[in-house]
């Protein structure tokens, strides 16, 4: 759920079952208004989607031929996303819009961990790698605080080096083209959870992290 009372605002998906059962078919996200209204830094609209499978609810681990039902509660505004590559499956998925109401999702198949996100240079959506060891993705906007400046959305990830396990972080103002690392030094069992930014301005991450009792 969208945390706002708590002062963070992220992307996160359902507690409902253990993290290793849990399929993120569904979550909420930040984004403009309604009508065309734009996106305040202050008080952005609380979006939430769904994840389909040929146009049907998701049953199972795995979202073969998939796409994203975008909706904004209490309104008609809804809107379908379906600008995944062909022959996607899915086993993980997360979203967040921009300030034109533009999905970024970053998501897990079995092949590796993917973006898709709007480039506007190429006018067209563009879909890359997050590279070799990256996994559970999360899409958050910086809605509260506007990093440097400008509203963005973010993408974080946890990379498994081979040696470490680091947290990175892309921006859209970069078209995510570069990895900032964040930390370094986490657990092979930490599971990057959510992330968003405090009413403080404070851009934040949580975690699961799974301890063994002895």
Known sequence: MLDVTDGL?????????????????HGQCLGPSAGGAGLSPTNP?????????????????ECPLPSL?????GTSETFLWDEFPDGTVLLQCNAALD??????????????????YYNDLLAAWHTFSLGTGART???????????HGDIDVTVSYL??????????IRYQRERYGTAHLVQDGLRSTDML??????????FTWR?????KLE
């Open 45 to 61: 609209a609380v979006w939430e989607y769904r994840v389909l499978s040929d146009g049907q609810p998701v049953q199972g681990p």
């Open 159 to 168: 990379v498994d080096t081979g040696t470490d396990i680091e947290l990175r």
């Open 99 to 116: 300030a034109v109401q533009r999905p970024t999702v970053a998501y897990s198949t079995a092949a590796g961990t993917y973006i898709t």
């Open 137 to 147: 993705p999360v899409v958050a906007l910086d809605g509260y605080a506007p990093v």
């Open 207 to 211: 975690f699961r992290r799974a301890v």
């Open 9 to 25: 605002v992220h992307t996160e998906t359902s507690l409902d079952a253990p993290w290793d059962a849990r399929t993120p078919w």
């Open 69 to 73: 039902l975008f909706e904004l509660p």
């Open 193 to 202: 959870r959510t992330a968003g930014t405090t009413h403080e301005g404070r």
